[in-house]
């Protein structure tokens, strides 16, 4: 009699229809979080090719003798903007998203210093016409080393640029991570020697 009552609950137990179905609802959102995770990481990548490869080549066409023209810079930057927007039409650039910066030498885009002054009053400022070098010829006293702008011939310029957009899948409450994708990019090139290099300026510091 008690075999007889115990027949249908260990049916009940011994039957395993159905357990796909609930061991792939367990372990899908793990699965299906790492794969597009996985395929966002891969098109963040691609988009960083993408825009180095426009940075590079913008950087180029900024080289040329013309390359300090408002409207040779603005029509260069576009390029950037076409090429990138081409591959992601959510990409979004702002007014300062673009950025040029020149150097006397390439030593000194990669590891930027102060201009050499003369510091005759020794209180670590450049002020009360003491003497400084002014090595980028900016006719203005760069503590950071770093002047703006595309620079004179022979100049080593460092072009920037700096993209946003949205994440290919919606993903970030599940990952932890904003819904914007940030990207920058930038690469240092010699203007064209379009010229005589000019010689670093002794000039003064401006009063305190």
Not at 20 to 36: G, Q, R
Not at 60 to 75: F, P, Y
Not at 175 to 190: C, F, K, N, P, Y
């Amino acid at each position: 009699m008690l075999t007889k009552l115990h027949k249908p609950f260990l049916k009940f137990v011994n039957d395993r229809e159905g357990t796909s179905i609930v061991e792939f609802a367990v372990i899908s959102p793990v699965m299906f979080t790492l794969l597009f995770g996985g395929f966002d990481f891969g098109h963040t990548l691609y988009m960083q090719s993408v825009l180095q490869g426009a940075i590079n080549k913008a950087a180029r066409d900024s080289a040329l003798e013309t390359g300090t023209v408002a409207e040779i810079q603005a029509a260069v930057d576009q390029k950037v903007i076409d090429q990138v927007t081409a591959v992601h039409r959510t990409a979004e650039f702002d007014a300062d998203s673009f950025s040029r910066s020149y150097f006397r030498t390439f030593t000194d885009a990669a590891f930027p210093e102060s201009e050499v002054w003369d510091d005759t009053n020794s209180d670590g400022e450049c002020n009360n016409d003491e003497n400084y070098i002014d090595e980028n010829n900016n006719s203005s006293f760069d503590e950071d080393g770093i002047a703006d702008g595309q620079g004179y011939t022979r100049d080593a310029v460092k072009y920037s640029a700096t993209i946003s957009y949205d994440r290919l899948f919606p993903l970030a409450g599940l990952l932890g991570v904003s819904d914007r994708v940030e990207l920058s990019a930038s690469t240092v090139i010699a203007n064209q020697p379009y010229g005589q290099k000019a010689a670093a300026i002794t000039r003064k510091c401006e009063d305190a």
